[in-house]
């Protein structure tokens, strides 16, 4: 007889960060890429290109002045699709472990960067999600909940697969 794994505070934990993570990883990574630049060229059409959506983007994190060139563009190209493809592989759940680890990595710097930018009272865009954001404390709020929300997902993952499962258990009453 196999018998469900029970619902923990844990378990709880770990699905909402994966469903809410993915899904802000999703919109955040989509946006930067394909939320088109809104120039009206007639009524019904707008100029959509991903390369000039990477390069808004990129004079997003540009306007927080850490990077050199070629690091504004590598972290232009390289974390909107990172982004997406996380997102989808918090959503499947296959080998959460490593990326809940880097899903929080990555939110540890963005909260970091987001926080330097506050305290330095810094008046730029955000760039978390492809539009125009005023960088604000609700940003440094957001993140950082969204970062304590990341490291509970990890360490419950990691907690969990040290715990047997219930349907490997032998349960054979004979």
Not at 67 to 92: I, K, M, Q, R, T
Not at 146 to 161: D, I, K, P, R, S
């Amino acid at each position: 007889m196999l018998q469900s794994a029970p619902f923990t505070a844990r378990r709880i934990i770990i699905w909402i960060g994966r469903l809410v993570l993915a899904g802000i990883f999703i919109y955040a990574g989509y946006s930067k890429l394909f939320t088109p630049n809104l120039m009206l060229q007639s009524f019904f059409m707008f100029k959509f290109s991903i390369s000039s959506n990477i390069s808004n983007f990129g004079q997003q994190v540009r306007s927080y002045e850490l990077l050199s060139e070629s690091g504004v563009s590598f972290v232009s190209h390289v974390l909107p699709p990172a982004e997406l493809v996380l997102g989808f592989l918090l959503l499947l759940g296959w080998r959460l472990r490593i990326w809940a680890t880097i899903v929080t990595l990555i939110l540890l710097g963005f909260i970091s960067v987001v926080t330097r930018a506050y305290l330095l009272g810094m008046q730029i865009d955000c760039g978390c999600f492809g539009k125009p954001e005023p960088l604000t404390g609700v940003t440094v709020l957001r993140d950082g909940a969204l970062l304590l929300l990341a490291v509970l997902m990890t360490v419950f993952a990691f907690q969990e697969a040290r715990q047997p499962h219930p349907w490997n258990a032998a349960s054979n009453p004979s």
